[in-house]
C-alpha cells in the first residue's frame, strides 16, 4: 500500500504535526510499500527546525520508502532569509505533489 499525506495546518499553532507522527508511526506497523508526506502551508517551518521528531523517524531503518516533500514555493522565504532546510526534507512543487498523490493508494490530509 502507498500513502500520501498532505500537512497543511490551518495556523502555527496547530497539532496537525504530532497526529502526523503518531499517524506515521501507525501506518509503519502496516508495512506499506511507500510514504510520501508534503508538508504545505504553516507545517513547511517544520524543514527548517533542526531538532524535530521527523530526523528521528527518517533516520530510523525502514523498509518503505519515506519522501519528506516541502512546498518550494513557501521554503523560498525562509531560504532567502539564509536559514538552511534539513536534509531529510526535499523541496517540491505542487506537481511532484500531485504525481504523490495519483501514485498513492490513499490520501490523507491533516490541517
Given at each position: 500500500m502507498k500513502y500520501c499525506v498532505l500537512i497543511n495546518p490551518l495556523?502555527?499553532?496547530s497539532h496537525a504535526q504530532t497526529?502526523?507522527?503518531?499517524l506515521l508511526e501507525a501506518l509503519l506497523l502496516q508495512k506499506p510499500?511507500?510514504?510520501?508526506l508534503f508538508f504545505y502551508g504553516?507545517?513547511?517551518?517544520?524543514?527548517?527546525?533542526?531538532?524535530?521528531?521527523?530526523?528521528?523517524?527518517?533516520?530510523?531503518?525502514t523498509e518503505p520508502v519515506i519522501d519528506l516533500l516541502v512546498c518550494s514555493t513557501v521554503a523560498e522565504n525562509y531560504?532567502?532569509?539564509?536559514?538552511?532546510?534539513?536534509?531529510?526534507?526535499?523541496?517540491a512543487g505542487l506537481g511532484q505533489w500531485l504525481?504523490?498523490?495519483?501514485?498513492a493508494d490513499k490520501f490523507m490530509e491533516i490541517i
Open positions: 495556523s502555527n499553532k497526529h502526523v507522527v503518531a510499500q511507500k510514504i510520501t504553516y507545517a513547511v517551518n517544520l524543514a527548517f527546525i533542526k531538532h524535530n521528531p521527523w530526523q528521528k523517524l527518517i533516520k530510523q531503518p531560504l532567502e532569509n539564509g536559514k538552511q532546510k534539513l536534509p531529510c526534507f526535499q523541496l504525481d504523490a498523490v495519483l501514485d
